[in-house]
C-alpha cells in the first residue's frame, strides 16, 4: 500500500511545500509520475485553470513528469487513456472545488479502480479540500447540505476543510448526522500524512489538524503524530 496525504485548501503557495515535498519523496523522488485530477474545478468551468497550477507547482517542486489529466466528470472517468495514466502513477493528486461532482465522476468509474491500482502498487494518493474530502468514507456537500457516502479510503472519517476559516462551523451539524464517524479539521496550508486509518500520521504546514471524536476534540501542531 501506498500513502494518503490529505490537505486542508490553500494548496499550492506558502507551507504546502512540506508536505508535499514530504509526499514526493514516499512516492519515489522527483523522477515519479504526479498525474492531477482537475474534476472538482469543472463545474465552475475553471478546471484547465486549477489544472495547469498544479502542474507548475508540483515542476516548481522538482518534479519532471507531472501533468494534470483530462478527466472532468463521469465519462471522462472512464476514458481509456486517463485510467490508463493513472494506474502508472506514482502520485496522483484530486484538486479542491466541488465535492459532490467530484465524488459522482469517480465512484465507481475505472478511474478510480485504476487510482486504487496503483495505491496498493505503493502510490500515494493526495487530495485537497473537496479531493480530500471525498476520499473518506463520507463527505458534506455544503451547496446542498447533505452528507454523501465517499470513495472510502479512509472509512468511518469525515474532512472538514478550510478548518481555520469556515470549516470547523460544519462540525456541530455533522457529529449528530455521522455517530461513529471521525470529523477531521484540516487548516488551510496544512497537510496530514500517512499510511492506513489504524496508523500513525505526519501532520505538516501552517496550521493544525483538529480530530472530533463524540464529546472528544483532540488539535495535532506540525510535526505531531496523529492517530485516526
Avoid at 493544525?208 to 472528544?216: A, G, N
Amino acid at each position: 500500500m501506498g500513502y494518503i496525504l490529505l490537505e486542508g485548501g490553500a494548496e499550492f503557495g506558502g507551507q504546502m511545500e512540506i508536505p508535499d515535498r514530504r509526499a514526493l519523496s514516499l512516492a519515489g523522488g522527483s523522477g515519479v509520475r504526479v498525474s492531477i485530477i482537475p474534476a472538482a474545478a469543472a463545474p465552475d468551468k475553471n478546471h484547465e485553470r486549477a489544472g495547469q497550477n498544479g502542474v507548475r507547482w508540483f515542476q516548481g517542486l522538482g518534479t519532471t513528469r507531472v501533468r494534470s489529466l483530462p478527466l472532468i466528470d463521469r465519462t471522462s472517468a472512464d476514458a481509456p487513456d486517463v485510467v490508463e495514466a493513472l494506474r502508472q502513477s506514482h502520485m496522483i493528486y484530486l484538486l479542491g472545488g466541488f465535492p459532490h461532482h467530484l465524488g459522482q465522476s469517480l465512484i465507481g468509474s475505472l478511474a478510480w479502480d485504476a487510482m486504487l491500482s496503483a495505491y496498493r502498487g505503493g502510490a500515494v494518493i493526495a487530495g485537497s479540500s473537496a479531493g480530500a474530502m471525498v476520499l473518506c468514507g463520507s463527505y458534506y456537500d455544503p451547496k446542498a447540505g447533505e452528507v454523501h457516502p465517499g470513495l472510502g479510503l479512509l472509512p468511518r472519517v469525515c474532512v472538514l476543510p478550510h478548518h481555520d476559516t469556515f470549516g470547523q462551523s460544519w462540525a456541530s451539524t455533522l457529529q449528530p448526522l455521522l455517530p461513529g464517524t471521525a470529523l477531521i479539521g484540516i487548516d488551510e496550508q496544512t497537510g496530514m500524512l500517512g499510511k492506513t486509518p489504524n496508523g500513525t500520521w505526519e501532520v505538516h504546514g501552517r496550521g493544525v489538524v483538529t480530530v472530533y471524536r463524540q464529546e472528544e476534540r483532540i488539535v495535532y501542531g506540525s510535526e505531531q503524530p496523529l492517530r485516526l
